[in-house]
């Protein structure tokens, strides 16, 4: 008999029985009434100190009412009890964040899709311990976005996210031409972070990230911004909605309950160069969505999840079947929308034959080319200004979602196929079905460090937390990869980063 390694073989138990305590594989979504509206987060747009936009942030335990019976669920949030506010950041911006953690575990920051020195990105070497303030400060420099962020400690982000340690940032770019977006935040300009939770009887969450399929945790609760059962009120002609899937393993395919076509008009990296019409958009973890949908005035119509299509010959193992995600609500008067511009973006061709390397990435159980995430050891060190063609293979059975931190990269081919129209835009997370290979084309353009790695990894977070990730620095030409930062590396930090505790 081959050997398989322990992991692989315990996924595929997994897979076959299901995991103690998880409900197996497949958990189906519960059907719950639109009673509650739809929770808004916040929007911080930071506050003008020094020439920077300070955002102040912090990580607190608290209580949360998500709309379940038995009472309320312990969880933790940014500035609240769950979730975060929505950061709203410009082009161009010099920013600052100062994360106090009051909470009783460490805790990291990531700013997940956002184009940032290493280490200023919050990975799992940017650790937080209870008590302290980390102080990262950046420049934003990438086009208008939806990006999103997280806790990410090693082995612990699973778990954090789930208790709520996450929430949404909009990047704006003044500059960009007018191509009639909704832009009113909470009026028709709508965040929407979706997760799927379990609660018990007493109201509490089922925290179990290992629980579900080989995938990780999936819940049979929908919470949409910290709620289950929404709604919203809808007082325009045409709603942009941010859609954010913010869950640990559970991948949706939006859309709506009537089968309506509606715009897609951006995804991880930006605004595509043109709106797609379409009916289904499927996001697996950590990937987003922009989608605007036209409404008649007085009309109720549903954002819902049906089975993703994840080419397992088993979807049905990651499905909840259909589901309602939120409930739009339509005024009998609505405001007038314009209409979208054809063109929404320029988004610069990258020649693929300028790619001098290949690189490959193939994930396999708990690995990545064979190696499970050490923090003490950087996999690979990239050239600064070199355009490179990755290519990553699935070689499992099971679904992974791969990432790369501080880079938005284009999708080439998805096994022989072009990508499609969902695809075209940038993208920082991509699907990768079982035996599949995605090619993707990216270039870092600076921030070089040879000691101070960023992260890919798959974003099912059970995967990322068992040891599907790996660490690469960006270097000058001819540089090799140095040091990681010790585990216990504040000291460190203080000394040789301009990030600071205080
Ligand atoms: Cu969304 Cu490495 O993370
Ligand atoms: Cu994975």
């Known amino acids: 008999m081959t050997r398989i390694p322990a992991l692989a073989a315990g996924l595929l138990l997994l897979t076959a029985c299901g995991a103690p305590g998880g409900g197996g594989g497949s958990v189906t979504v519960r059907s719950v009434e639109a009673v509650n509206a739809l929770p808004i987060p916040e929007l911080l747009e930071g506050t003008p100190r020094d020439g920077r936009s300070v955002f102040d942030l912090t990580a607190q335990a608290g209580s949360t009412d998500f709309g379940q019976t038995g009472g309320p669920a312990d969880t933790i949030g940014i500035n609240g009890s769950y979730l975060g506010p929505t950061l709203r950041m410009v082009d161009g911006q010099q920013v600052r964040v100062r994360l106090t953690n009051q909470l009783d575990e460490m805790t990291t920051l990531h700013w997940h899709g956002m184009?940032?020195?290493?280490?200023?990105?919050?990975?799992p070497h940017s650790m937080v311990m209870p008590g302290q303030t980390w102080t990262p400060q950046w420049r934003i420099d990438q086009p208008a976005a939806t990006l999103w962020y997280h806790s990410h400690p090693h082995g612990q982000t699973a778990q954090q996210v789930y208790r709520g340690l996450a929430g949404m940032i909009i990047l704006d770019d003044p500059d960009a031409p007018d191509v009639g977006l909704p832009e009113q935040y909470g009026v028709d300009d709508v965040p929407l972070v979706v997760q799927d939770k379990t609660f018990l009887a007493d109201g509490k969450l089922l925290v179990d990230p290992q629980a579900g399929p080989s995938t990780g945790f999936l819940g049979d609760t929908i919470t949409t911004n910290g709620a289950m059962g929404t709604y919203f009120d809808v007082t325009t002609e045409a709603v942009r909605l941010r859609i954010l899937n913010g869950s640990n393993a559970r991948f949706y395919n939006f859309g709506f309950n009537d089968g309506r076509t509606f715009d897609l008009v951006g995804t991880d990296g930006g605004l595509l160069a043109a709106p797609v019409a379409a009916d289904r958009v499927q996001l697996g973890p950590g990937e987003r969505a922009e989608v605007v949908v036209r409404m008649s005035a007085g009309e109720s119509v549903s954002l819902n999840s049906t089975p993703p299509e994840l080419g397992t010959g088993d979807?049905?193992?990651?499905?909840?079947?259909?589901?309602?995600?939120?409930q739009l609500r339509a005024a009998q008067t609505l405001t007038p929308s314009p209409p979208l511009a054809t063109e929404l973006a320029q988004i610069q061709d990258d020649d693929p034959a300028r790619a001098i390397t290949t690189r490959t990435f193939r994930i396999q159980g708990r690995a990545i080319n064979g190696r499970p995430m050490?923090?003490?050891?950087?996999?690979?060190?990239?050239?600064?200004?070199?355009?490179?063609?990755?290519?990553?293979?699935?070689?499992?059975?099971q679904p992974h979602n791969f990432h790369a931190h501080n880079v938005g990269f284009r999708v080439l081919s998805v096994g022989d196929q072009p990508p499609a129209p969902v695809q075209s835009g940038y993208k920082?997370?991509?699907?990768?079905?079982?035996?599949?290979?995605?090619?993707?084309?990216?270039?870092?353009?600076?921030?070089?460090?040879?000691?101070?790695?960023?992260?890919?990894?798959?974003?099912?977070?059970?995967?990322?937390?068992?040891?599907?990730?790996g660490q690469f620095v960006v270097v000058k030409p001819g540089q090799q990869a140095g040091t990681p930062p010790a585990s216990n590396h504040l000291a460190h930090q203080d000394e040789h980063a301009p990030a600071t505790h205080d």
Request: glycine residues 6%.
């Open 428 to 469: 920082d997370t991509v699907y990768v079905a079982p035996r599949e290979t995605v090619r993707i084309l990216l270039k870092f353009t600076d921030y070089t460090d040879p000691n101070w790695p960023y992260m890919f990894h798959c974003h099912l977070l059970l995967h990322e937390d068992i040891g599907v990730m």
């Open 115 to 123: 184009h940032v020195p290493a280490r200023m990105d919050g990975g």
């Open 315 to 326: 979807d049905g193992l990651f499905s909840g079947g259909t589901f309602e995600v939120l």
């Open 374 to 397: 050490a923090m003490d050891r950087i996999d690979m060190a990239v050239p600064v200004d070199q355009t490179e063609i990755w290519e990553i293979t699935n070689a499992d059975p």
